[in-house]
């Protein structure tokens, strides 16, 4: 749905987001396969993504996607 004004333009759109927080045995390893996963995860519809580790618990990862 999309509401104008003479001042403003508002869209009413549904995103889908992913939130997964996990622990991998192996960062590193487990990066390099996300990271070669990139084309599924496109295919699968995902924008944007971003991948963030705990600094005190280096194979506990959180990976949000849009």
């Known amino acids: 749905m999309v509401m104008k004004n003479e001042n403003y333009l508002v869209c009413d759109i549904a995103m889908q987001y992913v939130l997964i927080i996990h622990e991998v045995s192996d960062y ?4 390099k396969i996300f ?3 990139a084309g599924i995860r ?3 519809g995902e924008r944007i993504y971003q991948v963030l ?3 005190n ?3 506990k990862i959180v990976h949000f996607s849009a």
């Open 28 to 31: 590193e390893a487990w990066k």
């Open 35 to 37: 990271d070669n996963a």
């Open 42 to 44: 496109k295919e699968a």
């Open 53 to 55: 580790k705990y600094e």
């Open 57 to 59: 618990e280096p194979n």
